[in-house]
């Protein structure tokens, strides 16, 4: 089966679409640094959260690990700018930069969360 120059054209565009999503995707993540978000998480988010983001302080409080990191970026900016309110969160993350929040949400996105439920 021959392809006609309007599927050869059609599949290369698709091709380069499907390309450069996953450069942008991947870019968001690469932006990111592992030490200086285990350093932060370690500063800001393991009294609660224990220090790789399996230990949570209360039942109440949010395991980290293993969370998309999509999740976690935009839930960090969302208690930062006040679009979600929590007693504990909403001070804990304003003083964050844009740079710390990539870093830390980076950080606990890669650590192993709950396999089992206990």
């Known amino acids: 089966m ?31 640094d592992y030490d200086a978000g285990q350093k932060k998480a370690k500063e800001v988010c393991a009294a609660c959260h224990g220090e790789d983001g399996n230990k949570p302080l209360t039942p109440e409080t949010p395991r980290l690990a293993g969370q998309y990191y999509e999740y976690l970026e935009h839930s960090l900016k969302a208690y930062r700018s006040g679009a979600r309110e929590n007693p504990m969160m909403s001070p ?13 949400a980076w950080y606990f996105s890669k650590q192993h969360g709950l396999i089992e439920k206990y």
């Open 2 to 32: 021959t392809m006609t120059m309007f599927g050869r054209t059609l599949y290369a565009g698709v091709c380069i679409l499907s390309a450069a999503c996953t450069l942008m995707l991947s870019g968001t993540a690469v932006a990111a």
């Open 92 to 104: 804990m993350a304003q003083p964050l930069s844009d740079k710390d929040i990539k870093d830390v």
